[in-house]
């Protein structure tokens, strides 16, 4: 049967003998409900008997509050009863807390009015930041990409959490000086990352922040409030370490593909990460991609044919060039890998046996033939999960350490190159092969549709090889230790130390 009583927690008083007032829900032999109400009082200050608060200055105000929890109860075992359901204690503890929680969400997230000193004037023509955020967000809806109106949503739910759980109402002045702080500290101590760890990455905070400062700027913009303090909020920016292939690498990948002892799926996220990795698409955009795409750019062989296309997340048109390795896996998909519902013999005009100059497009046999799909059709999660297989099974071994900053704390995990191979790893190795083998940047920001030659720097880091190379190119050749080391060494660290030291 199920009960509810009103009792006074006296085993755990505080340091002044204040005890906590809770709500106790009994059902049956199952563990009671202990639910506070979040007021303390002394022993003497409770009428048992009566259940109620007496000889306390807020006695009403208390006594008040304790009829609208039980009022909450009562209602949670009424819908319960009409739906001929237990009144588990387990089930009214979830209906309570998802009640709890939205009625604090409604008091703190959504008021239209704000009575704390200093806000804004209020009308009703000036909303609160929760409704502000909705009208942000749908101005802009057909503006940005998909992905940053999830960010705009994650930055919102995160503010509104951290709200909820820290007791803040959402109103324009909540974002002075300290918030900064305060909002930072709720990202290290109390949000999950990616591993499953406690605290989000310096890089990602500053994500939030720069979204909600682009908020902000708006609100102001809109006369909806003229609080400035956000402006000194720091966004942070770290560059994070990448893993480019090398083309070894991408050597024993085009082995994989040829193998047909390999499974077809696999051979199938080798070939798209190559084709990727060899043109600089993303990945979203190789995926769209059609043999009418493909056009002839006037002279010479089918290298010089060039993919024409509009890029998904910045509308950019992009020229990019074709070379033996992309031209290769178009050929495999089409023949051996069946990427469309036709075959490659059924799409191109029999009396040709192979390509050889001119537009591609004179090849096929018809409008319906050239839309077919270029590459295989693979959902990003699968090939992040395939091409993983695919690097083991290739042995890209190589060890690598992810190093994250959370806060002031540097985390280093360690991992196997195969480990984090992912679709954004074709891109990075277009950009860092291609910086390697002598392309100007701007060359390959107009093949890649970079617009911010700073963005480029990070992947324009000089490899080790290159490295070690242009330093023994300056300081002298590496030399092997022995009687005879230093014979025909003309500058080197050998030699300077021979010249110094009789002993060596």
């Not at 967000?137 to 909820?164: E, W």
């Not at 109402?169 to 909540?174: H, N, P």
């Not at 069946?338 to 490659?344: D, I, Q």
């Not at 050239?370 to 042995?395: A, H, M, W, Y």
């Amino acid at each position: 049967m199920a009960s509810i009583k009103i009792q006074l927690r006296k085993d755990q008083p505080d340091k002044e003998g204040l005890c906590k007032l809770i709500i106790l829900y009994r059902n049956g032999n199952e563990t009671p409900l202990k639910h506070s109400i979040r007021e303390k009082i002394l022993p003497n200050q409770f009428d048992t008997n009566k259940e109620i608060v007496v000889h306390h200055p807020r006695a009403k105000e208390i006594n008040y509050l304790i009829e609208k929890h039980i009022k909450i109860f009562q209602d949670i075992l009424f819908d319960l009863q009409r739906q001929d359901t237990i009144p588990s204690v387990k089930r009214v503890k979830g209906i309570l807390t998802q009640l709890l929680q939205q009625q604090k969400y409604t008091s703190l997230i959504l008021p239209e009015n704000s009575d704390d000193q200093g806000d804004e004037l209020i009308n009703n023509s000036i909303p609160s930041p929760a409704k502000a955020w909705i009208q942000f967000t749908g101005l802009r809806r057909n503006t940005v990409s998909p992905a940053t109106t999830s960010i705009y949503k994650t930055t919102f739910d995160h503010l509104q959490k951290f709200c909820i759980d820290h007791n803040k109402k959402l109103s324009w002045v909540l974002f002075d000086n300290d918030f900064f702080y305060q909002w930072n500290n709720y990202f290290i101590e109390e949000c999950e990352n990616q591993f499953g760890d406690t605290g989000l990455s310096n890089n990602t905070i500053g994500k939030y922040f720069k979204t909600l400062k682009t908020f902000l700027h708006w609100a102001v913009e809109k006369d909806y409030h003229t609080n400035l303090k956000f402006v000194k909020y720091k966004v942070f920016r770290e560059l994070v370490d990448i893993f480019p292939l090398s083309e070894t690498h991408l050597a024993k990948l085009v082995d994989f593909c040829e193998n047909e002892e390999n499974a077809i799926e696999y051979r199938r996220t080798a070939s798209l990460f190559v084709f990727l990795a060899s043109t600089g698409l993303r990945y979203s955009d190789g995926q769209t991609l059609r043999w009418s795409d493909i056009f002839y750019s006037g002279e010479g062989d089918i290298d010089q044919q060039v993919l024409k296309v509009t890029t998904k997340k910045t509308s950019q048109k992009l020229s990019i060039p074709l070379s033996i390795y992309s031209i290769r896996e178009l050929i495999r998909n089409a023949n051996d890998l069946t990427t469309g519902a036709k075959l490659f013999k059924d799409m191109f005009d029999p009396k040709f046996t192979f390509f050889k100059q001119e537009d591609i497009r004179k090849y096929f046999r018809d409008d319906v033939s050239i839309q077919q799909p270029l590459l295989p059709k693979i959902t990003s999660s699968k090939f992040n999960i395939d091409i993983k297989e695919v690097g083991r099974l290739c042995g890209f071994d190589e060890p690598i350490s992810i190093i994250r900053k959370i806060g002031n704390k540097v985390i280093r995990k360690d991992y196997r190159r195969w480990q984090k191979l992912a679709s954004h790893d074709c891109r990075r190795t277009f950009i860092t092969l291609s910086l390697m083998k002598g392309m100007r940047p701007e060359t390959v920001m107009e093949i890649t549709g970079h617009s911010s030659y700073k963005t480029m720097l990070r992947y324009n880091k000089i490899t080790d090889k290159i490295k070690i190379n242009e330093f023994h190119d300056a300081w002298g050749k590496s030399i092997k230790l022995g009687d005879d080391a230093f014979e025909g060494a003309t500058f080197s660290f050998g030699t300077m130390l021979k010249n110094s030291d009789p002993k060596v």
